[in-house]
Structures are given as C-alpha cells and as structure tokens.
C-alpha cells in the first residue's frame, strides 16, 4: 500500500494554481499535485474515473461555467468523491455560502490567504489532521 | 200635570242650556266664540281668553277680523271665510294670527253656519285652536330635511346615492355627476352595477357587496369604476341598509370617495419602494463581488512580494515573480477602472439627446483601428438610426460589443451590424405595456467562439466569465456593463449564440424617450 498521497486543485487562475503547488512542494515535496485549470471538464474527467480520485481535492469557488459549490454539489451527487476530502479554496468567505458547502459535504473552507506561510500553515494543519484521522478511520 | 210636565221640561231643557254654554265657557283648549251674521263677536269662552288673551268686556262687540294679520285684511279673508261658510256651511283655515298683545300664533279654525228654524243663517260659531307647537316643530322639521336634502344634493366630494332594495339607483347628488360623471336624468332607474368593470361584473362583485350590506348591514370595497366616458377611477365605497320600521331592508344609501390621485400615488410610492430594494439589492451584490474581484490581484501582490523576498537570491525566479506582481497591480488598476465606469452609469445623470448612431460607430471604428487591422477585422454595417440617447455610453456600448467580438474569435473577425424597427411585443422578458411600443433592433453578430446556449443570460452580469483567465483576458464587467447602458435607455439587450457558430447581440432602444 503507498503512502504517496495525493492531491488536486481545480482553479481557473494559473497564478493561484502556481502559487498552491509550489506551498504544497515546500511542506511534502513528496506529495503528487496536480492542477486543473476548467471545472467542467476536472469533474466529467473524475466523475468517468479517467483522472484518478486523489486524496485531498481544493475547489476554487469563483470560475467560469460551472463554480466551485456546482462542482461540489456534482461530485457529491454522482457519488464520485469517494474517501476523497474536498475543501473550499476562495477569495472571499460568505456565511451563507460555507454552511452550504459544509452541508454538501465539505471538509473546510478556506479563505486564500494573501501570504505563502500562512497558506503553508493551513494546508500543513489539513494534511496533517486528515493523516492522524485517516489513521484512525484504518484502525476501526 | 201636563202643565207641570211642560214646565217641568222647560225648566229641565233651561238647566241643560245652562250646563252647555257653561261647559263651551269652560273649555280651555278651544278658543269657541259665536259670532252675528255681520261678524261681529257675541259670546267669549275661557279658551278664546287664553289663545286671544282678550277679556270678554274688551272684545264682546267687536268684529271677528281683529285677529287677523294686515295682509290677511288686504285680502279681506275674514269675509271670505264667512261667505264661505255661509254658502256651504262651513270655512277651516289654518294661518298666523295675532293677539292683544301683538304676539302671533298659528290657528287652526272652523267657521260654522248658524241657521234659524227657516234656514236663515243668523250666526256663526267659529272653533279655534292654537297649533303653534305643532306648526314650529313641523316647519323644523321641514327645514332641517330640506337643509339635509340640500346637503346631500349640493356635496361635491362624495357620490351619495340612494339605491332600492334590488340595487336600481333611485336618487343622484352632484357629489355622484362630478365623479361618475352620468347626469341625475341619465342615471336615476338604472343598476348601480353600471360603474363596475365588466370583470367586477361578470364575477358577480356588485351583487355580493349587496348581499354583505342586506346581510350585516354594511359593505365596504375599493377598487377600479368606470364613469360614464368609460374612464377608470379608484372608488372607496361604503353601502349601507336602509331598514324600514319592521326591521326589512327597504334601500340601501352608497357612498363613493374618487380615491384615485391617492390611489396612484400610493402605486408610485410601491413602485419607487422596489425599484430602491432592487438597487438596494444590486448595489450589495455590487459591493461584494467588487471586494471579491478586487481582492484578488492584491493578495497576489502581496503573495509574489513575499514570494520574492524569500527567493531574492535567485535572481531568475524573482524576475519571473515580478513579472507576475506587475501583471497583478495592472490587473488591479483595469477593475478599478471599469468598476469605476459602471457605477458612474446611473439612471438619474443620464442626459439624452438626439444621436446618430452611424456617426457612434465610425468613431468606435477609429479607436480600434490599431487592432482592426492587427486581426484583420471586418465591420460591415447597413445604415443606423438616429436615436434619443446619451452619446457617450452609447460609444461604450458600440466599443464594448465590437472589442468583444474581436476578443472573442480564433479567425478573422466579422463583424455585421443592422438595424430594424419592430414592436415591442418581439421582445421577450419586455417589461409589461410596451407592446405597441415602437424600438429600433440592433443586431450585432460575429463569427466568434459563441457560447453555449444556457449562459445566454449569465453573460451579462457582473464579473461574470466564461472563459478561464488564461485563455481570454478581461474583467467580466464589459457585457454588465452593455446591460445597464441599455437599460438606462429603457431598452433591452439579448444574446444568442452556440458554440463555435459566433454570438449575436440584440440590442432593443425606443424610437421615443
């Protein structure tokens, strides 16, 4: 069984994308990340199984087409986020909008910080507790 | 004994006599004096005293006219109502008298013939009963129901109408002829379902509120009349049962109010109530996707700054950073721009005159002559109307939908643009009552990448995009902008397309402001 996790960001800003993958290098250099840059074809291509499901998916919100909450709500209804912890990733952070992607079954929302060591720190806590309570979930 | 008999009677007939002049003195109520064929006045009872207030030594001897009024004099009345009584045997007339002291009352009197055994008239016996109390109270009556008809038929303000028991109209004041405007003759028999709609009507409205005001002895209702001239007017109207004494309704009394400047101003207050919520509405959604799209290239600023300072040493990768903090600030600069641009379009400093559009396309034309030759771009136009507009939003309209195009479009551009006129019923999602609106039709229509048929409405809201930002620059602020030009024009913008087929614009502007 490997232990090289995986994970995915789908966002239509190729700075954003840049700016995600080069945090997640500096605190697993070991990790896969990949980035997907249209929401409409990143979830026909995970929910057909063509794209592999990762272990941890961050959904930009603002995008053209289909937004992150459609991209969410989709995932969820097909089914095809498996053992998959999806997370919020955006600009701004409205009430309403955060209690409805934690009802459609979203780990976090995270507002993207203006800082790369904040960002390092938030996704260092997510990866971290998902492993202590990935263990945890093993052990059952 | 017969003697004494006769005797007897005579005596007993005397004590008779005796009793009835007695009892005629006595009367109170009852002025009865007797009067000789001339007039004159030959007998005097207690009640002649009270009304007249003469003492029988004053009066005994004097002619009955005394009483009576120097017009009745002129008119010699007292004559007349002795001849008359003298041919038929009997005179009544009622008027005002006067007393021995001057003061008047109002007698009621009965002259009577008094005949000898042959037929002769000797006399009269003239009754007389002082009805001034009752003559007061019913000229108070009478005044006060003239003055209450008087009212009633003289208020302006308020139709009152009187309406039988099955709603036929019955009476008509000028309160009802200002606000229904049929004249009393015109109207009076008619149904008072008459000043409903045909709607009202047809749903049985009148009737029903009949029915309440038979049932619980009042209904009330406001709603759309029509006068006579078949305009509309907003009436307050409250119907009443008239009852009769056993309790049974015998009429019912409407009263209209004409409500309508009221009315109307109470609907622009509701219209102007939601036109603010929807601003109100437009301008958080503004507010919030402003800071959104606003953040955005400064945490990218403030990201690749840090990013930098942490990789100051090498020199490539900072380079590459700057590039890209640059791209942000400029980024930044663009969206206050626009932003700016859009929320100076409001309704209210939008000032109109006569444009012609052909002028507003070739000056669109030269401020892209840079990139129209650079893509090798086409605008092919028929001829374009004058149009009541402000010149130069509709300059940006034209440079927006044109630089769309091209911005658009993998090949070289074409650009087509014409103009029709056509009703305002060809406008789908118009607002209502424009229909027989005229609108001039401005279709803009390219070769572009199109869009999918389903975001045809999504296009033109703010920071909408469809495309990612590395594939077409642009702020998602130019289609919203297209929007609320043409709005403020009070026209209609719309948008068809499909994927790979190229896009088309409508755009809908009155012919008249």
């Known amino acids: 069984m490997s232990t090289k996790k995986s994970c995915l960001i789908i966002d239509d800003d190729p700075d954003d994308q840049d700016i995600f993958r080069l945090c997640i290098r500096d605190i697993d250099p070991d990790m896969e990340c990949n980035a997907l840059g249209d929401s409409v074809a990143a979830v026909s291509m995970l929910s057909e199984g063509s794209f592999a499901l990762p272990d941890f998916i961050f959904l930009d919100v603002n995008m053209p087409k289909l937004n992150g909450v459609e991209c969410l709500k989709t995932l969820k209804a097909r089914g095809a986020a498996g053992k998959t912890r999806i997370y919020m990733y955006s600009t701004t952070s409205e009430a309403a909008m955060v209690a409805q992607c934690n009802e459609l079954g979203a780990s976090g929302f995270i507002v993207k910080p203006a800082s790369p060591v904040e960002l390092r720190q938030i996704l260092n806590s997510i990866l971290n507790s998902a492993n202590t309570s990935l263990e945890n979930s093993t052990q059952q | ?513």
């Not at chain 2, 009042?218 to 009769?244: C, M, N, P, Q, Y």
């Not at chain 2, 919030?288 to 600023?301: G, M, N, T, Y």
């Open chain 2, 1 to 513: 004994m017969n003697g004494q008999q006769v005797e007897q009677g005579a005596d007993h007939f005397s004590r008779i006599k005796d009793v009835y002049k007695k009892m005629v003195e006595e009367i109170q109520d009852y002025a009865i004096i007797l009067l000789d064929k001339n007039g004159i006045i030959r007998n005097w009872n207690k009640g002649a005293e009270k009304i007249k207030r003469y003492k029988d030594t004053e009066i005994i001897g004097k002619h009955f006219s005394i009483f009576y009024l120097p017009e009745d004099l002129a008119i010699q009345l007292p004559r007349q109502l002795l001849m008359q009584a003298e041919e038929t045997g009997r005179a009544t007339h009622e008027g005002w008298r006067k007393r021995s002291d001057g003061s008047r009352f109002w007698g009621s009197i009965t002259i009577t013939a008094v005949h000898d055994d042959d037929g002769a008239v000797i006399g009269y016996c003239k009754v007389t009963r002082d009805l001034t109390d009752k003559k007061m109270a019913e000229d108070q009556l009478r005044m006060s129901e003239e003055r209450y008809h008087q009212m009633v038929a003289e208020v302006q303000d308020y139709a009152i109408i009187l309406l039988n028991k099955q709603g036929f109209i019955e009476n008509w004041n000028a309160g009802a002829e200002k606000i229904k405007g049929y004249r009393a003759e015109d109207i009076i028999g008619k149904h008072f379902e008459i000043f409903y709609p045909t709607a009202d009507r047809e749903s049985g409205l009148p009737m029903r509120l009949l029915h309440v005001a038979r049932t619980s002895g009042r209904a009330t209702h406001e709603g759309w009349r029509v006068r006579k001239d078949g305009s509309r007017f907003w009436g307050s109207i409250t119907i009443t049962a008239l009852h009769g004494k056993d309790g049974t309704v015998i009429g019912f009394t409407k009263v209209t109010r004409d409500l309508t400047e009221k009315k109307l101003a109470e609907d622009k207050l509701a219209a102007y109530t939601s036109e603010l919520e929807i601003q109100n509405r437009e301008l958080e959604q503004f507010a919030f996707v402003a800071s959104h799209d606003l953040q955005e290239p400064l945490r990218k600023i403030r990201t690749f700054a840090e990013l930098i300072r942490e990789n100051f040493n090498d020199e490539a990768l900072a380079k590459n950073y700057f590039v890209r903090l640059e791209t942000a600030a400029r980024r930044m600069s663009e969206l206050i721009r626009s932003l700016l641009n859009f929320s100076r379009l409001t309704r209210e400093t939008t000032h109109f005159e006569d444009v012609d559009l052909n002028e507003i396309l070739q000056d669109a034309k030269q401020d892209f002559e840079l990139l129209i030759e650079e893509r090798h771009a086409q605008i092919i136009s028929g001829p374009l109307p004058y149009v009541s507009g402000n010149r130069l939003q509709l300059g940006q309209l034209f440079s927006n939908l044109i630089s769309n195009s091209i911005k658009f479009c993998q090949t070289d551009p074409v650009i087509r643009i014409t103009a029709t006129t056509v009703n305002g019923n060809e406008i789908t999602d118009a607002a209502p009552g424009v229909d027989d609106k005229q609108f001039f039709k401005l279709t803009f229509s390219d070769n572009g990448i199109g869009f999918e048929e389903q975001y045809k409405q999504l296009i033109f809201s703010l920071f909408q995009r469809l495309h990612g930002k590395h594939e077409y620059a642009g702020t998602g602020i130019g289609l919203a902008l297209c929007r609320k030009i043409v709005e403020n024009h009070n026209g209609y913008i719309d948008a068809s397309s499909r994927p790979g087929q190229g896009a088309v614009f409508n755009i809908f502007l009155p012919c008249r402001q």
